[in-house]
């Protein structure tokens, strides 16, 4: 299983607030050949860490594509850029964020880029929640718990809306 998060807290120019981007995003990913399987429910999540940003919109998507982990990585980054993202300094306010969670049960070697699984997948309510809705019995190939079984270890402090 390949599983993509997508986020987004500013308006885009020309596709709108961020779930109009998101799902101009996910287009443009099947237009790039890669094929989106399921994707949850929108989820509106608070900026990690807290600051004064506008609320995240947020979802995962499982897809399929005969690229390698980074070359999916690249087409990720390449929509990105092709939204106007610029990655300037973390945790910064973004029109469109596209990450690399898992590729398959893909364990990363130290240095190996892309990082695999995301380093901090199961720290996140907004990635875990919507994962688990996605794929409750995908597991995390280093720890071995499935996403709901980390859905259930996520700090009660941690919170992500589903919304319509």
Same mark, same amino acid.
């Given at each position: 299983m390949i599983l993509v998060a997508l986020g987004a807290n500013l308006a885009h120019p020309r596709y709108g607030p961020p779930r @109009? =981007? *998101? @799902? #101009? $995003? *996910? !287009?443009a990913l099947q237009q790039s050949g890669v094929t989106i399987l399921a994707r949850s429910r929108w989820y509106r999540s608070a900026p990690v860490p807290p600051s004064d940003q506008p609320w995240f919109v947020n979802a995962? #998507? &499982?897809? !399929? =594509? &005969?690229l390698s982990p980074t070359g999916l990585l690249a087409k990720l980054h390449e929509i990105e850029a092709g939204f106007g993202r610029a990655r300037r300094r973390p945790n910064e306010a973004r029109v469109l964020d596209l990450d690399l969670l898992a590729y398959h049960d893909r364990v990363s070697a130290p240095g190996q880029s892309p990082v695999l699984p995301h380093p901090r997948l199961a720290e996140r $309510?907004?990635?875990v929640l919507p994962l688990a809705e996605v794929a409750p019995e995908w597991?995390?190939? !280093? &720890?071995? *718990?499935s #996403? $709901? !079984? *980390? $859905?259930g270890r996520l700090d009660p402090a941690d919170t992500a809306e589903p919304f319509d």
């Open positions: @109009e =981007t *998101l @799902e #101009a $995003a *996910l !287009e995962v #998507a &499982s897809v !399929e =594509t &005969s $309510a907004f990635v597991r995390h190939p !280093e &720890s071995g *718990l #996403a $709901a !079984e *980390l $859905a």
